[in-house]
């Protein structure tokens, strides 16, 4: 009772805020809070002239930072706000008033266990950028370095627990008022936002991704990943290289500086591409704040904090998927959706399909660089929702990465699609990895795999053999004393290992 009234004192003070900014709109999908959002309506003092997604985005940034965090991870549900509103939540700016800087040393000096004058030569108190978890500082090792050292706001974990239990509270009350809403699967929403946000209030996780984005992109000419320096990172710390460059977007000052807009436009296709199809693990926060060029003109990644994986079916699902629309073969694009179990309701598969062709037709025929696979896949996602498809938060975030992907592309040259770059790559790939002589690979690892497994088969086997003949089977079903099911059994292993 006590946490339904907190909760429910907390929804008020927050209807208020929203109220202000005209933003109360999402609550209109529960035809019982119709009322209250009529009722607030004369509260709104918006600025003039903005559209619903930009109010909304505007009334998340007042209400701190949880409420910043969620508007980004929703950004990608256009089956739940739109196409238009979740476009201007992806704009939401992770900015706030920093905290102390004395506070940050104390933070540095109690996770390190030694005082910054011991582990930098020079920490600079005044924080060059400060979001919703965490500041970074500028500052030098005693060997010279200069790096960047994030340090989490104090306290954030409880702020973020507390904030989580309300979101998951409101989107349980929202489904209990209003059940039909369950198929948009609000909390299961609230469940992914909490976990990708807990990974990140613990940097020795975002160090370690870090170190495995620089490995896998280690021979990657014109891109880099900074060097984490272990030992000056801890849960609430986390140290790396600094680096200096000009922001990606900016194209005027880029060409001022001598470098080339299509040869960067090469590269980050080329760096897109291996994240999603060779790695299957890819950067999925990658707005233009988190991409630097250097002097030397190589592209460079920052903040680890948010990623994702696809495992290799995953990829080459994606793969069968966006040919498939490429060649209007809609009845394939269904197959992948429920051969993946991603849609299960077979009595559905028709009208699946149908709804594929309405999304796939309007860009049959049209160049390769008009078209949006972010969108795309945003859409076919969308639809999916419509036909209960469960949430798959890592298709999920890799459509927000094209999405993002695709805007840094349009900044550097407007002329080009990153996928007309990438086009080649993916058409490579897919012959490598679906083709009869890589099927044919597979089939032999997962026959190995059987095989690495049989000798515990055999083991587990003998131990059951042996609790038998103990007298521990007593009562046992009498068609274990005859040979034949040991010789379907090992028919059936050998089947299995063929």
Known sequence: MLTHLRHGARLFRTAILFARHDALFPLEVVPQLRPLVRFARPLARPAPGLRPGERLR??????????????????????????????????????????????????????????????????????????????????????????????????????????????????????????????????????????????????????????????????????????????????????????????????????????????????????LFNQIFRDGFFHADMHPGNMLVDRHGNIVALDFGIMGRIDFETRVQLARMLIAFLTGDYATVADVFYEAGFVRDERHRAAFTQACRAIGEPIRGRPLEEISFGRLLGEVLSIAHEFEMETQPHLLLLQKTMVMAEGVGRALDPSVNLWTLAEPMVVEWMRENLGPERELQRALADAGRAARRLPLLVSRGERLLARLEDGEGTGAPPWLGSPWPWVLLGLALGLALS
């Open 58 to 271: 505007a009334a998340l940034e007042a209400a701190g930072p949880s409420f910043i965090k969620l508007g980004q991870s929703l950004s990608t549900r256009a089956d739940l706000f739109g196409e238009e509103v979740v476009e201007d939540l992806a704009r939401l700016q992770d900015r706030l008033p920093p905290f102390p800087g004395e506070e940050a040393r104390r933070i540095v000096e109690r996770e390190l266990g030694r005082p910054v004058g011991e582990l930098f030569a020079d920490f600079d108190p005044e924080p060059v950028a400060a979001a919703s978890i965490a500041q970074v500082h500028r500052a030098r090792t005693p060997d010279g370095r200069e790096v960047a050292v994030k340090v989490l706001r104090p306290d954030i974990e409880r702020a973020m627990e507390e904030d989580i239990a309300f979101f998951l509270w409101l989107a349980r009350t929202a489904v209990r008022l209003h059940p039909p809403l369950s198929r948009l699967k609000p909390v299961e929403a609230v469940e992914i936002f909490a976990e990708t946000t807990r990974r990140e209030l613990d940097l020795r996780l975002e160090a370690a991704a870090a170190a495995e984005f620089a490995e896998n992109n280690r021979d990657e000419e014109g891109f880099r990943v900074p060097a984490v320096d272990w030992e000056r990172t801890a849960r609430r710390v986390l140290t790396l290289e600094w680096v200096e460059g000009l922001p990606v977007v900016d194209r005027a000052r880029l060409v001022e500086a001598g470098f080339d807009p299509h040869v960067l436009m090469q590269r980050a296709a080329r760096v």
